[in-house]
């Protein structure tokens, strides 16, 4: 079995909200997590919970996968 791989997790508040310095800063940490694991856990993007189950809300989902959109697509 292949061994698990470290997920960065990068907070996405100061790319939102911070100066030029600290947005440099976002980005190049998301350029290492994606150049070195492939994947990235994105935190603090400014979407509400609420609104992202909304979207959840859209497509059939089993818990693992988008099964089909709830319009039939």
Same mark, same amino acid.
């Given at each position: 079995?292949?061994? &698990?791989?470290?997920?960065? /997790?990068?907070?996405?508040? +100061?790319? /939102?909200? #911070?100066?030029?310095?600290? +947005?440099?800063?976002? &980005? +190049?940490?998301?350029?290492?997590?994606?150049?070195?694991?492939?994947?990235?856990?994105? +935190?603090?993007?400014?979407?509400?919970?609420?609104? /992202?189950?909304? /979207?959840?809300?859209?497509?059939?989902?089993?818990?693992?996968?988008?099964?089909?959109?709830?319009? #039939?697509?």
């Amino acid at each position: 079995m292949a061994e &698990a791989a470290d997920i960065a /997790i990068v907070s996405f508040d +100061k790319f /939102i909200n #911070g100066d030029d310095a600290e +947005k440099r800063a976002v &980005a +190049k940490q998301l350029y290492e997590a994606f150049s070195t694991v492939g994947w990235v856990y994105l +935190k603090d993007f400014g979407i509400p919970p609420e609104r /992202i189950e909304e /979207i959840f809300g859209l497509v059939c989902w089993d818990g693992n996968y988008v099964l089909a959109f709830a319009d #039939g697509r």
